[in-house]
């Protein structure tokens, strides 16, 4: 079986432009969650979905971040327009209704110039 | 809100020695949380070691271990014997209960195994 696909692996983009990063769950799970992962922050929440309905949205993300689910296999995140400061690897995860594991994609990792 | 902490890395740890990797966790939205240790391999995506959903109960994967305490609110990773083949960088993470929810992570241990 797939796991978690995300596309591109790397992304470099220039301030002030806008990039759309993809991922694919894992085929038949329901939650999809975006990540984004930080020497400073850690691993933090940027968006989680169940059955393509947007259940929670990282507060500090909202104004440049949007992260939609386009049928049940395809999640985007868009970030619009970039700052250096977005510079990080993103991660989305995926998981069946009702169960606790999370399966993680490999991230891409994005750097903004 | 939810918050985890875990052992700063890196750890350098003598092959053949034990390991332990601290874990302590604050749940202010769940009661009783489940609780996770995840893995990164090097050049490896992030995966799952070992979750436990309950509290008391110990959970062990590819000889780690980790139980599952809610009177000191820990969830400490333990090995008896490191490998080479264990540097990783190890985060420990708790979750919501009876639905999927958002994973909290603390700020991830990295293990470096050397040779004794």
């Known amino acids: 079986d797939a796991g978690v696909t995300q596309t591109p692996r790397h992304e470099v983009a220039e301030k002030g432009q806008t990039i759309i990063l993809k991922c694919e769950p894992v085929s038949g799970h329901n939650d999809l969650f975006w990540y984004r992962q930080t020497k400073i922050q850690g691993l933090e929440l940027l968006s989680y979905?169940?059955?393509?309905?947007?259940?929670?949205d990282g507060g500090a993300f909202k104004d440049r971040f949007k992260a939609e689910m386009l049928n049940s296999s395809f999640s985007t995140l868009k970030i619009q327009p970039t700052e250096p400061k977005d510079s990080a690897v993103y991660l989305c995860?995926?998981?069946?209704?009702?169960?606790?594991?999370?399966?993680f994609g490999p991230g891409t990792r994005l750097t903004v110039l | 809100g939810d918050s985890v902490t875990q052992t700063e890395g890196p750890v350098t740890v003598s092959e053949s020695e034990s390991l332990i990797i601290n874990c302590t966790y604050s749940?202010?939205?769940?009661?009783?949380?489940?609780l996770f240790w995840y893995v990164r391999y090097p050049g490896e995506g992030l995966q799952l070691l070992l979750k436990v959903i309950t509290a008391g109960q110990k959970g062990s994967s590819r000889g780690f271990e980790a139980t599952y305490n809610k009177e000191t609110t820990s969830f400490h990773l333990q090995k008896a014997s490191v490998q080479e083949s264990d540097s990783a960088v190890y985060y420990c993470?708790?979750?919501?209960?009876?639905?999927?929810?958002?994973?909290?992570f603390g700020s991830g241990t990295k293990v470096i195994p050397c040779l004794p």
């Open positions: 995860a995926s998981s069946f209704w009702g169960e606790p594991e999370q399966f």
């Open positions: 979905f169940r059955s393509k309905s947007l259940m929670e």
């Open positions: 993470a708790l979750g919501g209960k009876g639905f999927a929810s958002a994973l909290t």
């Open positions: 749940a202010t939205s769940i009661a009783y949380p489940n």
